[in-house]
């Protein structure tokens, strides 16, 4: 689909409001008597609070109450069960006691009735500490890994069997944290309606889950909690969760009797919403000469906290992604004194195919052998994993089109043999897959007497275009255009529905809608009597019923196809890099992506989410990476000035490729998931690229002039 | 429960605030007998009067025209014009993203040219002619760069969107848009972390050789 196709296919349905500013996100709403509320981060890293000083902030203008673990209401999910132990572990809990576990972590939170003036208050809190020694660093903490499941290794065939094969090499691999860092700033309005019923607007990537979680932690029915979300700035798996901050709104509102509002600030979107953890990896591959994979080890040690244990098994990837007779994981993680880590866009699978990929590319230079190639040599018929048939998979293709569009046979074998323009040019892949999922969900359709169907379901849209999607299931089921559908979403009172993650939305929420959209296309031929028509039309079936309207509601979930298939989509990345031999500059001159997501729903929407899940491997690649300083415990780049992400002069025109053939037993609509596997797997066709380019294997992200400045003997010889 | 108009505020009230200079003197005198009397001194505290004197203090009266309309507003000299506009006008078209003016979310034009107004403070802005988000359509008729941003998908979340188009006008406005480079390098001011970025740029170039003004 080339970009002039793309623009004529069907716009956002939210475009409009989003282009003329009248899209609400969550701090946008103003409930009479709204006051602000900001948090005040704790200064040291470990240890406990000895006193904390309230007293100029409340006197402070304009300052209505400070909350602090002295004062704080008691929050009834946090306390223990009378004869029973405090766990262990656990999610963070709020002003519950005097301890300090990560630096940042709230220690009070300052209301007033102007944003300007619950700032400058905060400023006023002053603790004193009583500071213990801590451990912020990864690699210094490896030997403190545990496994969060069994002993963490999983084993196919014989273990270490790549150190028998003929070729074959051991690399570690590393990746920083790294911060979701969305446009929109975490923020929440809470406002009591009644001692025990609330309502909130939060970015949430799922109002019911949110409602559950907010439900679990203050004890109050689920019912008696409204949660909006109608539009989310971005959140890439930083917004699955009731986080700190949200409980500090809620608490807020409850103690100073007002709607409360609390944005974050962005230094503390890096400390207080999660990131995708420092992992480091080890691979040992082997083949045989002919580039039969013989065996793969992939080993992981990741960062968690001090308090809850993060697992995302990025090893994963190495089991399921080639057909590889052994192989053997495993997987650890390490509890640092830093905030918790969270889901982010791949998560695991963008770290472990990082490590996967690469290698796979260092044996095929080992081998001789063409990166694509060794990939098809390698390919799975079936999930070597689980043994079963996959539901659909069309990598083979994907390679094609990729290599075709990026000029593939352009590529030197030989590393660091092509310039152009004084500038070292390589070109590189990576292969992305992630599991394609359908969960349970709920839609109401309703056709009104005027003739415009609404559509009801309690999703969220992060940004993909979910309601464009949902729309252009109905508009094909029922026959009408797309501006005769209303699609009403993001909030908790609406039929049942997952938090939009793991790609799985189009899968789930699709279905319910597919379902709902059939079942009131049927209801309307019932009315018409004998079998209806293919095109009812709804109006005058209605009038000649004398009904205001009618409404179905489904819901579905996954069936047996589920245990039967293996179901993955599969991304192909392709990238052609410039690199400056003297200054170690990487440029990426020319980006093709090729995604097997099924059945393309909504092209243009689909189109720009693997452009955007491409840049974001771009900037995992080359410059994202949270830089603690150790000395400190204590994040030195928590700013956009400082975290380095791509901008518009990073990133070229990107292609985006679809195989666009359905998945037969996923859901009706054929589709597949496509968010995560955007950006699985680029960070090596970068890497690879790279090193095609100039020689040098970075294995450790993300890919810096540093580590590669002072090349300009390359270009002489 | 206080009632309503106790905790309204500042910046909701309607009426203009042009007889501030006389409740200043009313404020002054009354904190010369709150410094004197004692009695006065506990009287005034429970009425919180100390905080209605200082709120008065702390306030600066400022002109704004805002996409046409005239506003005359009290505020603290610290208050930027980004929460001006998201607080206190209700205009939260213009985007807090990150208020140290490194992402661009906020950006809208002062007198015709793109500034971050979370840089900006209130007081700075004061007597000049601003226009955001809001204020670019003509009425139903959007302007031709939010149709070229609709046309070409220039944004997913939306979020960054509205200080991407400010910025995408002021751009061919300033004639920094003549190639596809060189639009790159000047739209690099905006952060958009969903990667809308080929189409933000697929959008400004069609406006920049389309035949409409901008």
Redesign the interface.
């Known amino acids: 689909m080339t970009n002039d196709t793309m623009t004529k296919g069907m716009s956002r349905i939210d475009g409009r409001l989003k282009v003329t500013g009248a899209a609400r996100y969550s701090a946008e709403f103003t409930p009479a008597g709204m006051v602000y509320a900001v948090l005040v981060g704790s200064t040291i890293t470990k240890g406990t609070i000895r006193s904390i000083d309230t007293k100029a902030a409340e006197k402070a203008p304009g300052v209505l109450a400070v909350i602090t673990h002295i004062n704080s209401p008691k929050i009834a999910g946090y306390q223990v069960e009378p004869g029973k132990q405090e766990p262990a572990k656990g999610t963070y809990k709020l002003f519950y006691n005097n301890k300090i576990l990560f630096n940042g972590q709230p220690i009070a939170v300052v209301i007033a009735n102007t944003f300007e003036r619950a700032q400058y208050a905060a400023s006023l809190v002053k603790a004193q500490y009583n500071a213990e020694t801590y451990q912020t660093k990864l690699a210094d903490n490896t030997a403190k890994a545990f496994a969060p499941e069994g002993d963490g290794k999983k084993t196919r065939g014989i273990a270490d069997a790549w150190k028998t094969a003929p070729v074959k090499l051991e690399q570690e691999y590393i990746i920083p944290s790294e911060s979701h860092s969305p446009m929109e700033l975490h923020a929440i309005i809470a406002k009591w309606d009644a001692p025990d019923k609330l309502t909130v607007w939060t970015k949430t990537q799922g109002v019911q889950d949110t409602q559950d979680g907010i439900a679990n932690i203050f004890k109050l029915p689920k019912a008696n909690i409204q949660v909006n979300s109608k539009f989310v700035g971005g959140a890439f798996g930083s917004a699955l969760q009731v986080w700190p901050h949200e409980v500090a709104a809620i608490l807020a509102a409850q103690v100073v009797k007002r709607p409360v509002k609390l944005v974050l600030g962005r230094a503390d979107m890096f400390t207080s919403v999660g990131y995708r953890p420092n992992t480091w990896q080890k691979i040992g591959i082997g083949a045989t000469t002919d580039g039969k994979l013989v065996g793969i080890t992939h080993e992981a040690a990741g960062q968690t906290s001090t308090y809850e244990d993060f697992n995302e098994d990025p090893v994963g990837v190495s089991r399921s992604t080639y057909a590889c007779p052994n192989v053997n994981t495993v997987y650890k993680i390490s509890p640092l004194d830093i905030g918790s880590p969270t889901w982010m866009r791949g998560p695991g699978e963008a770290t472990g195919a990082f490590a996967l990929e690469s290698a796979l590319d260092e044996l095929a230079y080992a081998l001789n052998i063409d990166p694509i190639e060794l990939r098809i040599i390698n390919n799975a018929e079936t999930d070597p994993d689980s043994g079963k048939p996959f539901s659909s998979k069309y990598l083979k293709e994907a390679y094609k089109l990729g290599a075709d569009s990026i000029g593939w046979s352009d590529r030197k074998a030989k590393p660091a043999s092509l310039s152009k323009n004084g500038w070292l040019v390589g070109y590189g892949m990576g292969v992305g897959m992630f599991g394609a999922y359908r969960d349970k969900a709920s839609a109401k359709a309703i056709m009104m007497a005027n003739g415009t169907l609404i559509i009801q379901t309690a999703v969220s849209d992060i940004g993909p275009g979910t309601g464009t999607a949902m729309v252009t299931i109905a508009s094909d089921i029922m026959g009408i255009p797309a501006d005769r559908i209303r699609f009403d979403m993001g909030d908790s009172s609406l039929p049942q529905a997952p938090s939009q993650g793991g790609s799985s939305t189009t899968a789930t929420v699709g279905s319910a809608v597919y379902q709902a959209c059939t079942d009131l296309k049927e209801s309307f031929q019932k009315l018409i009597g004998n079998g209806g028509t293919d095109k009812p039309d709804y109006v005058e079936v209605l009038k000649k019923n004398d009904l205001p309207k009618l409404e179905v509601t489904a819901a579905v979930s996954g069936g047996p196809e589920m245990e039967k298939y293996a179901m993955y989509s599969w991304s192909v990345h392709f990238i052609k890099v410039l690199v400056h031999p003297a200054t170690g500059v990487v440029k990426v001159d020319k980006a093709v992506c090729v995604a097997d997501s099924g059945h393309i729903v909504s092209p243009k929407t689909a189109r720009s989410q693997i452009v955007g899940g491409a840049i974001g491997g771009i900037g995992m690649a080359l410059m994202e990476e949270v830089i603690i300083d150790h000395r400190y415990g204590r994040l030195v780049n928590n700013s956009f000035a400082d975290y380095h992400l791509p901008v518009n002069a990073d990133i070229p025109q990107i292609e985006a490729l679809f195989v666009n053939k359905p998945d037969p037993y996923l859901n009706p609509m054929g589709a597949k998931g496509m968010g995560e596997i955007a950006l699985i797997g680029m960070a090596a066709a970068v890497a690879n690229a790279v090193f095609n380019a100039t020689g040098k294997r970075i294995r450790e992200l993300p890919i810096t002039p540093d580590k590669l400045v002072g090349m300009e003997d390359l270009l002489e010889s | 429960?206080e009632d309503?108009k106790d905790?309204?505020?500042?910046?909701f009230d309607t009426e203009a605030k042009d007889n501030s200079r006389r409740n200043f003197l009313k404020q002054s005198t009354l904190l010369t007998a709150v410094a004197l009397t004692p009695g006065t001194a506990i009287k005034a505290a429970d009425m919180r009067l100390d905080?209605k004197i200082?709120?008065a203090f702390?306030k600066m009266p400022i002109k704004l025209e805002v996409n046409g309309v005239a506003h005359s507003l009290s505020v603290?000299p610290?208050?930027t014009l980004l929460?001006i506009l998201?607080?206190q006008l209700?205009?939260?078209?213009?985007?807090?993203?990150?208020?140290?003016g490194?992402?661009g979310?906020c950006t809208v034009h002062i007198d015709g040219h793109r500034v971050n107004s979370c840089l900006t403070l209130g007081v700075m802005a004061s007597g000049k002619k601003i226009t955001?988000?809001?204020g670019?359509?003509k009425g139903d008729e959007?302007h031709p760069m939010?149709e070229a941003?609709?046309?070409?998908?220039g944004?997913?979340?939306?979020?960054?969107?509205?200080g991407q188009?400010m910025s995408a006008v002021a751009c061919i406005r300033e004639g920094h848009a003549n190639s596809?480079m060189e639009?790159?390098?000047y739209?690099?001011?905006?952060?958009?972390?969903?990667?809308?970025?080929?189409?933000?740029?697929?959008a400004i170039q069609e406006v920049k050789e389309g035949a409409q003004a901008v």
């Open positions: 429960m309503e905790y309204a505020l500042p910046g905080e200082a709120e702390e603290e610290r208050a929460d998201r607080e209700d205009l939260t078209g213009t985007k807090k993203g990150c208020d140290h490194q992402c979310a955001t988000i809001e670019l359509a959007l939010q941003f609709l046309k070409h998908d944004f997913q979340c939306g979020y960054c969107t509205p188009i596809e639009i790159r390098e739209m690099s001011g905006n952060i958009c972390r969903c990667g809308a970025y080929p189409n933000i740029v697929n």
